[in-house]
């Protein structure tokens, strides 16, 4: 199984868990929860994207890449708050900003592994 695949299979783990806690606590804000993670899910593939054609195309610059990626997608979840009205959502905090956090982890693990990997070679 490849490395990318893994880091997938534990984002939409991740995804699954959490859609099932929150209908197991009847939370309403469907909308907003799909809305959420649809965004999340185009940005972690998007980051595990760039990541991998940059390792292809300058492997020297890929920490730089990655901090670059961090901070657009940090700025991209501000703009996308505001406009979902996250802060409506009783306890938004700990259902949006967990999983912001847990996909945060794998794309720092992800890269971390790319960087190790082509140190390696």
Do not use: C, R
């Not at 299979?9 to 806690?21: D, K, P, T, V």
């Not at 760039?50 to 890929?62: C, E, T, V």
């Amino acid at each position: 199984m490849k490395k990318t695949t893994i880091y997938v299979f534990l984002y939409f783990l991740m995804f699954f868990m959490h859609f099932g806690i929150w209908t197991y606590l009847k939370l309403d804000f469907e909308v907003v929860f799909f809305k959420y993670y649809l965004f999340l899910t185009i940005i972690f593939m998007m980051v595990i994207t760039i990541l991998s054609l940059f390792k292809k195309i300058y492997p020297d610059h890929l920490g730089f890449v990655f901090i670059g990626l961090i901070m657009v997608k940090l700025m991209m979840i501000m703009i996308i708050k505001k406009k979902l009205n996250i802060v409506e959502v009783p306890n938004y905090k700990l259902n949006f900003i967990l999983p912001y956090l847990m996909s945060l982890l794998l794309e720092t693990l992800y890269a971390v592994q790319l960087i190790k990997d082509e140190k390696n070679q």
